[in-house]
């Protein structure tokens, strides 16, 4: 009868003792350990770490360094896998993808997100029939965005930025990551899983199966290549390792380094990176999801769906058939939040030349929003407007055909007859940035107010480079509660006109900047085409 009575203080004492051990490693950034595989370039057994390691609390020192860093937990804040998985489901495959992505995560859960198993399943379920050229879009103009907001600001400033050289590993296929790694984060290797590709017809496809990094070579054969492909010789060893958990320690790149570095979870919940230290700055990206797609994410979004369409539909019809003065009221009692600013009333008795307004560009609904504002109907000018948006559009919209006399001519023309909008910069831009501003407005009129539009959403974007156009006003207002600002920052004065002997550029470039002190907002001097070659591989000009 001594035993049941002893179990019991034994195991109060252990939980006490992982209780004390839990509060003196908490707070710390990382725990580090020492190898015993610094002083040989045999590999040890998978896991370096055992319980006999002496460890100490310490940030580790790579200036001048390789250091090997685990993607996912340890250069990145979370260590889930599913959400960029979801990512490219939806916007490299479909809707239809994504949701049997959604479906699959039980059993995902069950194998374990970040065990092979799990990411077998995931990846299987993305990339079945997928094209490399999607993927390749989808890695280039869509996942940046998520990872540059996911990156861990305590290994960047600290281990990432003063290393020599820089390996990443991940869990994840290669292609994921690889773009954003070497374009934006300056890495030199890239370790991952491969993806096989098939080729049907003139057609090359994802079959979904997953290979380890090395391929199908013997297990000796495979730690050299690897070791030659991430350090540079067969026989280099690397200084530093920093992974998200214990588990990551079985890859086979791991055993090659000298000191082990497993970054503490607790630090990671505050560590995010402002967008003033970013490694490049992020202007230009494109998908239709505005926000990270976790499990529970995914799922409100897919039950919203149906209601958030039949929302959209409501909502245009609104913009279409009622009066402006009653549009406002039936707009916000429907989820449209709309706020307006600036405005002044017309001088009375006094005849003029039409108004040009000139309008940053964030959505293809920049011009109804300022017709809505302005109580009465403005013409806009574009360059591309798909039918279906010219058709339910409540204001009139004319083409511009890119031959600046024969534009000129179009909008002097609309300019007699009355007010004219014009977005100068030519694209959409989602970031808090803003493009260059084309000359041809500022050489046209001298009656001239910038209007500042901003719109802002939480579910999905209305704007896309290389998705389906005229869906853009549709999605737009599926969000929840979509949102606008429209302030009128007053007429530009004469000494900044033409007329006041400034050039067209030099205008343009005030307005710019006026613009841009009124948003918050930082001037570039990108262009159109700078956009469309980034996010669709072309100059954004839809030939006849």
Not at 5 to 23: D, G, M, Q
Not at 91 to 104: D, F, M, N, T, V
Not at 480 to 498: H, K, M, N, S
Request: charged content about 20%; proline content about 7%; aromatic content about 10%.
């Amino acid at each position: 009868m001594v035993l049941p009575t002893i179990l019991p203080k034994i195991a109060a004492h252990w939980l006490f003792t992982f209780y004390r051990a839990a509060r003196k490693l908490r707070g710390h950034a990382f725990q580090y350990c020492r190898s015993s595989s610094a002083t040989t370039t045999k590999p040890p057994p998978p896991s370096p770490v055992s319980p006999a390691a002496k460890c100490t609390v310490v940030f580790p020192d790579a200036a001048d360094k390789a250091v090997v860093f685990g993607f996912d937990g340890a250069l990145m804040r979370s260590a889930a896998l599913f959400p960029y998985f979801m990512l490219v489901a939806c916007e490299g495959g479909s809707l239809l993808r994504a949701l049997l992505l959604l479906c699959a995560f039980p059993l995902v859960w069950a194998l374990g997100e970040r065990s092979d198993a799990g990411v077998r399943v995931m990846a299987f379920v993305t990339f079945f029939g997928l094209r490399p050229r999607d993927m390749d879009l989808v890695a280039r103009a869509v996942l940046p965005k998520f990872y540059m907001e996911g990156l861990n600001a305590q290994v960047y400033s600290r281990l990432w930025l003063p290393a020599r050289r820089k390996v990443v590993v991940t869990g994840a296929p290669r292609v994921m990551v690889e773009w954003f790694l070497k374009e934006y984060m300056a890495a030199d290797v890239v370790v991952g899983g491969e993806l096989h590709v098939v080729r049907v017809g003139r057609g090359r496809y994802f079959t979904g199966m997953l290979c380890g990094p090395g391929g199908s070579a013997a297990p000796a054969l495979k730690h050299k290549a690897l070791q030659a492909e991430a350090l540079g010789t067969d026989n280099a060893m690397a200084d530093v390792a920093v992974v998200g958990n214990a588990s990551q320690l079985d890859h086979p790149c791991f055993p090659y380094c000298k000191e082990v570095y497993v970054v503490n979870r607790e630090s990671t919940k505050t560590a995010r990176l402002p967008r003033g230290r970013y490694p490049k700055p992020l202007i230009f990206h494109d998908g239709r999801l505005a926000f990270l797609p976790t499990p529970s994410a995914a799922l409100a979004f897919f039950l919203f769906l149906p209601l958030g369409v039949i929302l959209s539909v409501i909502r245009i019809s609104i913009g279409i058939l009622l009066p402006y003065k009653i549009s406002f009221g039936a707009g916000a009692l429907f989820g449209v939040r709309y706020r307006t600013s600036g405005l002044r009333a017309p001088e009375p008795g006094v005849k003029r030349r039409g108004v040009l307004y000139v309008c940053t560009h964030r959505t293809l609904v920049d011009p109804i929003m300022l017709t809505a504002a302005l109580q009465k109907p403005v013409p806009a000018v574009t360059y591309s407007l798909s039918r279906l948006s010219e058709v339910i559009a409540p204001i009139k919209t004319v083409r511009l055909t890119r031959d600046r006399e024969r534009d000129a001519e179009t909008m002097s023309r609309l300019l007699e007859h009355g007010d004219l909008a014009v977005c100068p910069e030519g694209t959409t831009c989602r970031e808090p940035y803003l493009l260059r501003f084309s000359p041809l407005f500022a050489e046209l009129a001298d009656d001239m107010e910038p209007v500042a539009l901003d719109a802002q959403v939480t579910t999905l974007y209305g704007t896309t480079a290389s998705g389906h156009k005229w869906l853009d006003p549709v999605v737009f207002f599926a969000n929840p509660q979509p949102a606008y600002r429209v302030d009128f920052l007053g007429a530009v004065p004469r000494e900044w006109t033409r007329a006041g002997g400034r050039a067209g550029a030099e205008v343009a470039n005030w307005v710019q900047r006026r613009l841009g002190e009124a948003l918050g907002y930082e001037c570039t001097g990108l262009t159109r085409r700078d956009k469309y070659m980034m996010l669709a591989g072309n100059d954004g000009v839809v030939a006849k």
